[in-house]
């Protein structure tokens, strides 16, 4: 922001009494500066220019600006790339991640609403439950998953009561939310 307003300062000081009107006002300046820092190209507005000097310092200063804007743009997006994939970073962040679904923790605004549902609820665990026959008639999904190979359904532990509370906001806010969604598409 502060090249570009010094280089259209200096573009509309040097331009502003000349027969060139996109560079007559500040604020026209300003724009032709942002469209040739995003790819177009400004150098067709100093054609009308009688004076070769005034041709040349435009030419010279827009062509400058469009290199040094380049450059600054990918050094600041280098920047931003390395400091976001840090090791260290990645590292604090899915930790925070993990830490989240092993206490089955909800972010904001169900934080507070659900540590004291969970401390007056019971909890415990139960093991998973065979399909009932009118699941398996309507070839329907078992409601406590499917059990893959290796796994029988007594080995692996469900949560109850108050654990289940995170995937009870889920299907009574986000679920609906994307289905309706999902039907609105299709």
Not at 43 to 58: I, P, R, S, V
Not at 103 to 123: D, K, Q
Not at 133 to 138: D, I, K, M, Y
Request: aromatic content about 12%; hydrophobic content about 50%.
């Amino acid at each position: 922001m502060i090249l570009l307003t010094g280089v259209a300062f200096a573009l509309h000081g040097m331009f502003r009494h000349r027969d060139i009107p996109d560079l007559a006002s500040f604020p026209m300046t300003l724009l032709k500066l942002f469209r040739t820092f995003l790819g177009e190209t400004m150098f067709d507005l100093y054609e009308g220019e009688k004076d070769t000097a005034y041709n040349l310092y435009g030419n010279i200063v827009t062509l400058l600006y469009a290199l040094v804007a380049t450059v600054v743009l990918a050094n600041l997006l280098i920047a931003l790339i390395s400091y976001h994939f840090q090791p260290e970073k990645m590292a604090e962040i899915l930790a925070a991640y993990e830490y989240q679904v092993e206490r089955r923790l909800l972010g904001a605004p169900f934080s507070g609403p659900l540590l004291l549902a969970r401390a007056a609820l019971p909890s415990g665990a139960r093991a998973k439950g065979s399909s009932s026959a009118l699941v398996e008639r309507f070839a329907l999904p078992p409601m406590d998953g499917i059990v893959v190979s290796g796994e029988n359904a007594s080995s692996k532990l469900l949560p109850t009561g108050s654990h289940e509370l995170p995937y009870l906001l889920f299907l009574l806010t986000l679920w609906p939310a994307g289905m309706a969604l999902s039907w609105a598409l299709f």
